[in-house]
């Protein structure tokens, strides 16, 4: 605990939140403490957690390949590399269309036509990857 007073001011806001997460667990007793274990090793936990599970809901929303999407995230990809050897576009052939549509009419309350789906999917999987992943909210997919 007083690890995690002492290091809590420099860690980022997403790292906050997910201390905080870890306090509460902590203080319900939903994590049994190893003392050889340091807050940071249960914050990088927590952190692959939160990463995990936000692909998995790209996943599950898109239908698209897990590992594949993995794959393109820990290759820490740019703008100028991101369809080297055609993995973005081996990606995006993975996308289930129907899925696909179904989220984003679900998120905009509008009818879309396939055409526009593919491209705020592309948009949405480009934005995920290149910004090393991020919670899906709705705001995030309008435009």
Known sequence: MAELHRSFSSL????????????????????????????????????AKAKNQEIEVLVQIFGID??????????????????????FDDLKATIDKQKAKAYFEGVEGIVIPAF??????DALLRKFILGGGFKLEAEDHKG
């Open 66 to 87: 897990a590992k594949k999407l993995t794959d393109l995230l820990n290759t820490n990809a740019t703008e100028a590399n991101l369809n080297e050897y055609g993995r």
């Open 116 to 121: 526009k789906v593919n491209i705020k999917a």
């Open 12 to 47: 980022s806001q997403e790292q906050q939140k997910l201390a905080e997460i870890f306090l509460h667990d902590i203080q319900r007793g939903d994590v049994p403490i190893d003392p050889t274990r340091t807050f940071r090793d249960y914050l990088t936990e927590y952190q």
